[in-house]
Nanobody, 120 residues
């Protein structure tokens, strides 16, 4: 029932840009905080960016501040991660997360991930 489907990953050169999309279904998207995580081989999963429900408060990992932007379009049940000035160290599987910690319909959902590779 619940689905989070990421898309937009791929191979890009250093300094390039990608926009990741996460299309949600099966739950009330507008009531969930949305986050992007990433995980590189041999490393811990890292919170990259988050955006809150309703008031659209955002937060970013220090390593991506000024380069990445998270935004959501509730009418499309979609959250995006715009990634600019990409670096090789951004290479990872990027995962979409939807989380609601209270009330009716609470849950914690994950997508399958999309690979981002930054290489010359």
């Amino acid at each position: 029932q619940v689905q989070l489907v990421e898309s937009g990953g791929g191979l890009v050169q250093p300094g390039g840009s990608l926009r990741l999309s996460c299309a949600a279904s099966g739950f009330t998207f507008s009531l969930y905080d949305m986050k992007w995580y990433r995980q590189a081989p041999g490393k811990e999963r890292e919170l990259v960016a988050g955006i809150s429900m309703f008031d659209d408060v955002t937060n970013y990992a220090d390593s991506v501040k000024g380069r990445f932007t998270i935004f959501r379009e509730d009418a499309k049940n979609t959250v995006y991660l715009q990634m600019n000035s990409l670096k090789p160290e951004d290479t990872a599987v990027y995962l979409c997360n939807a989380r609601r910690d209270y009330g009716l319909g609470r849950g914690d959902y994950w997508g399958q991930g999309t690979q981002v590779t930054v290489s010359s």
